[in-house]
């Protein structure tokens, strides 16, 4: 085993010690983010610190860089209090890896890589047509972390929209089935292959394998 | 495309509402957090919200629910200010689960469910012997998210271990290499496949696909 201490990673060049860093907390979700300025431009970017929050009520955050440093998506969220969140699958992980190049504020990143805006009555942000999975949101809480200087945005699921065959009978969503994708470090893409479910913990047996609807 | 509304959500059985929830942020990261008390009993349990929030300082992040409702990870965290977080990986994901159950605090999850704890000189907290990328973390801030009475845990990382053959050229950690899982939902397990790494996105060109070690 590679026994590396803090010093050492104080040393690293900054590009290698990113590369590692963003390593260590496992394979990390993939969505993209959209949203619309006051001007009808929509935007969309991939990010990979989407998670859930809560259930009751349905909260999911990111971390983001603050805007003053030309962060669209943050900016817009402030100004329309909307997004949606749209899971990234295999038929377009290349494109939504591209959403991360640093277009202007004018150029629209549907535009720009191929992908889909798609609009549906009452909500003004754009989904991505080609995600099986994607939903809604309406900003309720920007929280800052000091300590790096990122903020961590909360949003409450107002609407969802996905395919039904991969929704089971439990509520579980087979994300598996709609080639969702995941990433490692900053730019490693990989698909999934499921060892199974298992059964809820209880400390005097040991957890057994439940089918995909969540049956013994 | 099934369409569900928030009256909807609202409406719904509260455990088939926290498995679809659960799915919606995507993959999610599934790891071990390494704990011990002043008793010096050692807790461990495993986490699927820890995630990625900077490299320079190297920050974790982490959700937990607060400590008056029997959580012995945060407990303890508070107590020592310290903590180990272990990768899952293929060899052990149904012992790592099993640390979901909520033993008693004076019940060790190391001899529960048959995980080595592994101690080095000057770390207090446990790391996972089968685990072949971990790392110790101080306890940099506890943010409350009062939305929904969970807490922000943020640690910075003071000593990694990893499988030396796992770290590419570039700082990169073949993490796939190290048969790490995800897990999707609230229980559904899942080994990678890599499609690929792809170059730093930029607007004038497509990203391309890059070799493990970060080569054109």
Known sequence: MKNITKAQLNAMEPR????????????KSANLIGTTNQNQT?????????????????????????????????????????????????????AAHQTSARYKEEQCEFKQTGLTAQLIAGIEAPFVEESQL??????????????????????????????????????YIDIESLNTVMVSGLDSYHTSQRLSRLSYAKPETLPKCITINGEA
Chains 1, 2 share one sequence.
Not at 45 to 59: D, R, T
Not at 145 to 161: D, S
Request: proline share 3%; net charge neutral; glycine share 6%.
């Open 16 to 27: 290698y010690r990113a590369q590692m860093i963003n390593s260590l907390s496992g394979f």
């Open 42 to 94: 929509h935007n969309l970017a991939i990010f990979s610190s989407v998670f859930h929050l809560g259930a009751s009520p349905a909260l999911v955050g990111f971390i983001s860089r603050p805007d003053n440093v030309d962060r669209h998506t943050l900016k817009n969220i402030k100004q329309t209090q909307q997004y949606t969140i749209n899971q990234v699958a295999e038929g377009f992980w290349q």
């Open 134 to 171: 994607k939903y809604a949101l309406t900003l309720k809480s920007i929280i800052p972390i000091e300590l790096n200087n990122t903020v961590l945005v909360i949003g409450e699921i107002t609407h969802i929209l996905c395919q039904e065959a991969a929704i089971k009978n439990d509520g």
